[in-house]
Structure formats: structure tokens, C-alpha cells
């Protein structure tokens, strides 16, 4: 669905901003990076700025219209003057590049100005990104690029310097959750999928996802054995953790819901139940808020934080969990 200017400034306000800025002063630079999470509106918004480059009847000299025939190709993925590259498989290819370059020699087919949007950036190959930064060092006057990416540090320090760089922050859970809600999703498990991704097709994709919901149970339940001994701890890891967590992205979806329970704790005993997540369990993370303490909560925290920077360095999984269990049971009056 095609966002409109307000919508978008309620989600990403500094870079409407900065955007309204350029156009109202006429001051639209060559190329823009786009840098922030996945899901922040970086292609929405790309894509707006496109539609005021192009539109026909500008309202205020910045919004666009969403009517004019420009405006509705641009909506529709079919202006020819407008040009969106995606990665090709798991890179973008220097032949991708090469094409692009052999469209922007020749003279826009309805006016002298050109776009292309570069989604994923970061993905470019080395070829591909040498070929870019030469199209970069000689921009034609009509002539803007939107490159975004979700890891600037991994491109070429001379592209970054040659862009003017736009940080997209994360949308807040509030705005998030509002979004959720309004696509049918159940207001009881809107906060936690707001606070596991910006993104709302992967938010949508959770709230359906079997796996998903079987990792929630799994996440709790190894909680509630921690408190009680190290021997069913390990039984719970061996039978359910490790059955269910297995590849690694799994395993850090794991961790990030272990770390929501903890922080549902701290918020309960700080009385801010309304910032709890786990709305459902709320009455059974109540009665273990009230069995420990916040200093304990804050260094198990950092605990699975450590673990999570254990995994992405590619530590042995199991050792990793194994590792965490103990240490989260350090100091704890049940063991």
C-alpha cells in the first residue's frame, strides 16, 4: 500500500524534515544514502522523494500530489525515467550496474531527469561497487541516486563519502503496535512482535507462524525450570531448546525472547506493567518478579547479551546455552 507524505513524517520525522528542506530550498543533492533497520521506510520513502522530484502539481512545493500521471506510474513500478535495482540473488552484480550506467547516458524519455534506487547497497559486489563510484564521481545535472542499505560499514568508504547520508531510526513500539492492530493482529500479542521487528510484513508473518508460537512456550518454560534446579534446566535444553532452536537465526530469535522476559521482569517490579510484552503470561511473570531482584534481573540481562555475542562469533551453540544456564542461575535463592 502506497504511503502518503503525513504518514511517512509520523514515522521517520528528522528525514521528512531534511527532505522537505532540500526540495523547498532547491537544494536536492546527487545521491542520498539511506541507512537504518529493516523496515523503517527507507523504500517508502525513496520512493516519495522520487514522486516530488517528478510530480506535476506539488502541493506546498514538497508533498506530492499522489494524482498527477507521474505520480501514479511512479506508485505503479512503471515510469521510465525511474529505475530500481534489487539484488540479483544474494549480491548486486557489476552487470547490473553496467546497465543502469548504459540508461543514464542517454537523455530521460520525458524530461532531463533520471532516479535510480539502489535497494540493499551493502550487497554490492567489489566489481559493482568500483563501477558505482565512477558513476558517482560524474553525476549529470538531473541526475539523483538513493542508495539504501541496513550496513553502511560495508561499503566502500568513497561511495559513503560521496552521499548524503539520512539515519532512519527505529520506529517506536507505539507506532508499531498501532500498525499491527489496525491489520487485524490481537492487541495482546501487538507488543511483542513491535519490539522483535520494525518491519510490519515480518510482524504479520510471526503472528501466524507455528514455529514462532512453540517458541514462546519453549522460551518461558526454560525460565520457569532455571529457578528450580540445573538438572531440569539441562533436560529442558537438551529435549525442547535444542529440537526447536537449531539453525542459527533461529537460535538468536530464541535469545531475543529470553531477553523480553527478563525485561518484563524489571518492568513489573519498576510498576510499569503496561511496557510488559508477554501480555498473557503477565500473572505467572508476576509471581517470579516478585522472587528476585532487580540488580539479578540487570546482570542476567547482560548475561544473554554476552551469549548473543558468543553465537554471532560462532561458538558452539550448545556449549553457549549450556554456558547461559549456569550463569543465570548464579546467585539465585531457589538453586
Known sequence: MVKTWDQLEELQPAVLRMIKNSLVKNRVAHAYLFEGMKGTGKKDIGLLFTKALFCESLIDGYKPCEACHNCRRIN?????????????GL????DQIRNLQAEFSKKGVESLKKVYLLSGADKMSVSASNSLLKFLEEPSAETAAFLLTE????????????CQI?????????????????????????????????????????????????????VLKLYGVLEKNSLEAMVTLQQEWFQHFKEKEQLHRGLELFLLIFKDLLYIQLDKQEQIVFKADSERLTQYA?????????NQMLAILEAKRKLEKNMNPQLMMEQLVFKLQEGSSFV
Open 76 to 88: 505503479s513500478g512503471n515510469h521510465p525515467d525511474v529505475h530500481i535495482v534489487e539484488p540479483d
Open 151 to 162: 550496513q553502511p560499514q560495508q561499503m566502500l568508504p568513497t561511495i559513503l563519502s560521496r
Open 290 to 298: 516478585l522472587k528476585t531482584s532487580g540488580r539479578r534481573l540487570s
Open 166 to 218: 539520512l539515519t532512519f531510526q527505529p520506529l517506536p513500539p507505539q507506532v508499531m503496535i498501532k500498525q499491527l492492530v489496525e491489520n487485524g493482529v490481537d492487541p495482546g500479542n501487538a507488543p511483542l512482535l513491535a519490539e522483535l521487528t520494525n518491519n510490519l510484513e515480518e510482524a504479520m508473518r510471526l503472528n501466524v507462524d507455528e514455529w514462532f508460537a512453540q517458541a514462546q512456550k519453549i
Open 91 to 94: 549480491s548486486i552484480k557489476v
